[in-house]
């Protein structure tokens, strides 16, 4: 637990890190809420990610930052190669094929079970208004945490000079939110849906690869913006940090399959660990859709 953290006021409610008077989460019901979930649900449907800026309140932001700091010493380097889905190289396949197209991976990540159980990130994820909010955003009927118990929860480092490659998420949503932005770089750059739950379009992923700017859109996101985002379906990457401050970011994960977990090969690569049950589902194919990961 930490020990030198500074508490709000009053934290025995999540809702005291949200800037509710912007976006009520506690009165999704209301006419602002209803408004609030068309508005994310119109961004989604239009792009496959959600942007809220200022979602957490200038107060709780700086608490963030403090425990980032603190998170960040926990996180798992692995300084190697990577393709968009994280497996291993196929020699079978022709050289430009995108599953032989590697990138040189160097960012850290903070696995859930480094998480205090006085972390306000993990406050916030666990607050029973944040998953109907989410849910209602994707009108979902259904919609699940991440079951994987290294992965459900994470936290992404970035120090000057590294970057995070081109990728698919293996869980179908990810919400993160900026808690230190660097001085230059860090973008987060994304291919609205470049495939689909039966297309992989290896040809289309492989332009980007190889530069391709057409199907690319770029966010400059903030400390203290909320993004919603599909990356099951869109390639998406964060570009190298630049200047002497490191780029930090809370992600919480979500699944339309409450039995999802990451595969051995991707847990080893992003947390440098794998449970017995990573090594028991690898034997079963838990993906609905059929894609690689």
Not at 108 to 125: E, K, M, N, Q
Not at 266 to 284: E, F, I
Request: glycine share 4%; net charge negative.
């Amino acid at each position: 637990m930490y020990t030198n953290l500074p508490k709000l006021s009053s934290l025995d409610e999540a809702s005291n890190l949200v800037n509710l008077d912007r976006y009520p989460l506690n009165r999704l019901s209301s006419d602002r809420g209803k408004a609030l979930i068309a508005d994310c649900q119109r961004q989604l449907d239009d792009t496959g990610c959600c942007l809220l800026p200022e979602f957490i309140n200038s107060e709780a932001l700086e608490l963030f930052k403090k425990e980032s700091e603190k998170l960040s010493v926990h996180a798992h380097y692995s300084n190697m190669l990577a393709n968009v889905y994280f497996s291993e190289d196929d020699e079978s396949l022709p050289k430009e094929h995108p599953k032989r197209f590697f990138f040189n991976r160097t960012s850290g990540f903070v696995r859930a079970d480094s998480f205090p159980t006085d972390s306000l990130i993990l406050h916030l994820y666990n607050w029973p208004a944040f998953a109907p909010f989410i849910q209602a955003c994707l009108k979902e009927e259904k919609l699940y945490k991440y079951a994987d118990p290294l992965a459900y929860i994470a936290f992404n480092v970035i120090k000057p000079g590294q970057e995070f490659p081109w990728h698919f998420d293996n869980n179908h949503v990810s919400v993160t939110v900026i808690t230190q932005a660097p001085e230059k770089g860090g973008i987060f750059e994304y291919c609205h849906n470049i495939r689909s739950s039966h297309d992989e379009n290896y040809d289309g992923v492989m332009k980007v690869l190889k530069g391709d700017r057409a199907p690319v859109t770029s966010l400059n996101l903030r400390p203290g913006d909320l993004q919603i985002f599909k990356g099951r379906y869109s390639l998406h990457r964060v570009t190298k940090v630049e200047g002497s401050i490191p780029r930090y970011t809370a992600i919480f994960s979500y699944t339309k399959d409450p039995q999802m977990y990451s595969k051995v090969y991707r847990s080893l690569q992003l947390y440098g660990k794998a449970l017995p049950t990573h090594y028991q589902l690898d034997k079963t194919d838990m993906r609905t859709d059929g894609l690689e990961d």
